[in-house]
């Protein structure tokens, strides 16, 4: 079985119902899955028009589309029901099991999940990020005083999406600094590094797929051939051990894996609420 449809439909942005739904989906190794978000789902008028898209894609797909729902009003969840597919709708399956144990009844508020109902957790994210991109790649490193943690390791290893990563979902103040060819070859930690060793964390990668990221931004160069990344990151991997800087290798992980392990690792709590 392969190239199935898969709908995620929302009253709101999508990321619940798309978060949820492939989370369950990478559970079906060989199927193919062609995925459609379809967010702000709001009144009865859309949701006829969406089913009616749903049901012209299994038509050509000739297969019947799978389709994960967040929806909250009640007649909007019922026209999307009537659509030609499978129906799984997250809320019916939590919320009522949610009502009977609290014993209290939902407000079903739409978009609750990703309004800016708590400013001040909203701005600690705002922040933090601005602090990720402002101190990406070492391009200033006055301002580690105020970091978290500084994730330290070759170039392409996957520091600069981990940093926003945390920032957005954690509030943690996360800046990096790339570990280049003159650092590895002296053996030492650069000296903006040095008085922040206790927040350094290091990221590795398998050389084969480093090689492949790299090629993907400069083709066939001596940045990206095999030789050099080998050497890079065996240089790195040693520098690390020996100064005792905890090391995380990020070849098989999804950044929200590598965010977490940090998060264990580092014993960092998060500023904002989920």
Request: glycine content about 6%.
């Amino acid at each position: 079985m392969s190239g199935r449809t898969v709908f995620f439909v929302s009253d709101g942005t999508g990321v619940t119902a798309e978060t949820m739904g492939h989370s369950l989906l990478t559970q079906f190794e060989g199927v193919t899955f062609q995925t459609v978000t379809v967010p702000f789902v709001s009144d009865l008028e859309r949701a006829t028009v969406v089913r009616a898209h749903i049901d012209a894609t299994g038509v050509t797909d000739g297969m019947t589309p799978i389709v994960f729902s967040t929806l909250i009003k009640e007649d909007v969840r019922s026209e999307l029901r009537l659509a030609k597919a499978v129906f799984l709708d997250f809320f019916d399956a939590f919320l009522g099991p949610l009502e009977s144990a609290l014993g209290v009844v939902s407000s079903h508020a739409e978009g609750r999940a990703h309004g800016v109902t708590d400013t001040a957790s909203y701005s600690a994210r705002i922040n933090a990020t601005n602090f990720a991109m402002a101190n990406d790649d070492g391009s200033r490193t006055r301002d580690y005083d105020q970091a978290d943690i500084i994730l330290v390791g070759v170039s392409r290893s996957g520091k600069t999406p981990t940093c926003l990563y945390v920032a957005l979902q954690y509030g943690i103040y996360a800046a990096n600094y790339p570990l280049t060819e003159d650092d590895l070859e002296a053996d030492r930690l650069p000296q903006a590094l040095l008085p922040y060793q206790h927040k350094l964390f290091g990221l590795t990668i398998q050389p084969d797929r480093l090689s492949q990221i790299r090629n993907e931004r400069r083709p066939d160069s001596r940045y990206a051939s095999a030789q050099q990344v080998a050497y890079e990151v065996r240089q790195a991997e040693a520098l690390l051990s020996r100064l005792g800087i905890p090391c995380f290798d990020t070849t098989h992980c999804s950044i929200e894996e590598i965010a977490s392990r940090i998060m264990q690792a580092m014993k960092l709590e998060r500023r904002v609420h989920p």
